[in-house]
């Protein structure tokens, strides 16, 4: 494994099923994250769409979520006019902010559950890859 950590942006998604679940790629992730094996990368609005969904669907793991969220080194990225005007050309306005955000932060990898990301063909668009939880699992384990 090479020196340089490994830049990871997570979608709420991957966020959302990994602390709802101790077992799966989302959780496999953010342990990676946790060791300091890849550098977590998130956005404001990851970090409120998470917030919405643990009150909506889980408010049991609010607190659990607190912990986790102070826990884990994340570094905001935020996403800048020029990779917002292009993440847009690319994918639905949801969730353009998500991909410029992961532009913007120059990351290796855009981890999401989501399959507006995983279904479109990216191939020379982005520096990065974008993939779910097992994929990125497989390739850098």
Same mark, same amino acid.
């Given at each position: 494994m ?12 991957i ?5 709802? $679940?101790?077992?799966g ?14 550098? &977590? +990368?998130i $956005?404001?609005?990851?970090t ?6 643990? /009150?909506k669907k889980? &408010?049991?793991? #609010? ?9 884990? &080194?994340?570094? !905001? ?8 005007? +292009?993440?847009?050309?690319? #994918?639905?306005?949801?969730d353009? $902010? ?28 982005? =520096? !990065?890859k #974008?993939?779910? &939880? /097992?994929? !990125?699992?497989? =390739? !850098?384990?």
């Amino acid at each position: 494994m090479n020196m340089k950590s490994t830049k990871v942006f997570l979608d709420s998604s991957i966020i959302i099923a990994g602390l709802a $679940s101790e077992t799966g790629g989302s959780h496999r992730v953010l342990a990676l994250a946790e060791l300091g094996l890849i550098t &977590p +990368y998130i $956005s404001e609005e990851v970090t409120e769409e998470v917030m919405r969904n643990i /009150q909506k669907k889980l &408010p049991e793991s #609010i607190a659990h979520f607190y912990t986790l969220f102070k826990s884990l &080194p994340f570094v !905001f990225a935020v996403a800048d006019e020029k990779a917002m005007k +292009y993440a847009r050309t690319l #994918i639905n306005e949801k969730d353009a $902010s998500i991909l410029a955000a992961a532009i913007s932060g120059k990351v290796d990898w855009l981890l999401s559950l989501d399959k507006h990301f995983q279904v479109l063909d990216w191939k020379g668009n982005l =520096e !990065f890859k #974008i993939a779910s &939880p /097992q994929l !990125f699992l497989n =390739e !850098f384990l």
